[in-house]
């Protein structure tokens, strides 16, 4: 099994609003959402017609990055309040 070394983003994440984000590829092809929850952190959800299929672990491994970088302030927030 090879490595993954390239540090190349291949998922964009495009702001529909405060609590939505679209997720798409870098050929344009959008697959997902990442939806704020009612805790408040960001979960990803697949997009319509599009739970099907498969996704390679480097896709999700992008996928769990981008959701860091979504709940990273509201994981301070409840650190700072001592909640986490």
């Known amino acids: ?8 983003t291949l998922i964009h994440v495009e702001k529909v609003n405060d609590n ?14 990442a939806i704020q929850m009612a805790d408040g952190f960001f979960v990803y959800v697949p997009a319509n017609g599009r739970g099907t299929g498969y996704m390679t672990e480097y896709a999700l491994r992008m996928i769990a990055d981008e959701l860091d970088k979504l709940n990273t302030a ?11």
């Open 1 to 8: 099994m090879t490595e993954q070394t390239s540090t190349k």
């Open 74 to 84: 509201y994981i301070e927030f409840l650190k700072s309040q001592g909640m986490y």
């Open 20 to 33: 939505k984000y679209k997720m798409i590829y870098e050929n344009g092809v959008y697959f997902a959402d």
